[in-house]
């Protein structure tokens, strides 16, 4: 405060001297304040950048009055494939158009456009919100479609949550029920196949989790629900491989009296992989450990014998 104070009489007896007049004083205050001026601050005399309006359409607010203009400047945005303002001047329009012919269409569109922006939590809300409005409409059918599509590309990572992951499988599941000949079928075929390979994903990791951390048992229940589950699924091989593993260890690191009955526990697990799958990338270690666990038992065979 004292080193403005300086400042500002220094210039007071500098502008005295150079016959500044007193009208011209304000000018000088102003060049020291600029010069003071921090980072961020607002400079006299210079207006803040405006900040951008989210949707301002021309700035003109829908109303009936101008509804068929805003209508077509919606549409121009949808063809022109700038689907973010379309969504936006349709959701203005959709409340107006309640109860005429074009409500649909409007709804369609705007579910559509948040689809093809990428949106597609709004997209599956309003496509599931048109289908529950208009059932019997020449667009119901795509609406469904469209709706069941967003809900699957809203499945998180086998990693997470898969409550929308087991929506989404039910929502396929109910449009190719409604709907049979529909030509999207084969591929809710493809995003059903998706959605179990990711669900037997998680599950998988689960068992393998099981078996790192030598919760044996554990690991075998999760093995014997897998196979229920996931009979047909591309992971066989790899949660086989992983009980081969867990039984074996599980065989190996058993009081005496248990080794026998666990070892053959194992050697079900190997033959299940060896029998029932081509060469696959577990093959080698599977018959290693297979030939292992065989040895193993010979010595159980002999000993029952010799007894």
Known sequence: MVKKSFKLLIIILLTASAGVYAADFPACVSVCSIQNTQPGDTVPGKQAKPKKSKTSFAGKKVTFENFDQQYERAMRYYNNQQYL????LFEDLYPLSLGTPRADTILFLFAHSYYMNGDYEMAAFHFRDYVRRYPNTERTEDAFYYGTSAIYKTSPDYSLDQSNTEYAIEQIKAFIDAYPNNSHIEECN?????????LARKDLEMLILYYNTDHYEACQIAAKNFFNEYAYSPLMP????YLVLNNYEYARKSVERKKEERYKAC???CNRLLLNYEETKYT????????EVQKQLSKYNKNSQNN
Not at 238 to 241: L, V
């Open 238 to 241: 790899e949660a086989i491989y």
């Open 85 to 88: 303002s379309a969504a936006g």
């Open 267 to 269: 050697l079900d697990a």
């Open 190 to 198: 493809t995003m059903l196949d998706a959605l179990r390979l990711k």
């Open 284 to 291: 080698k270690e599977v018959d290693r450990i297979s030939k």
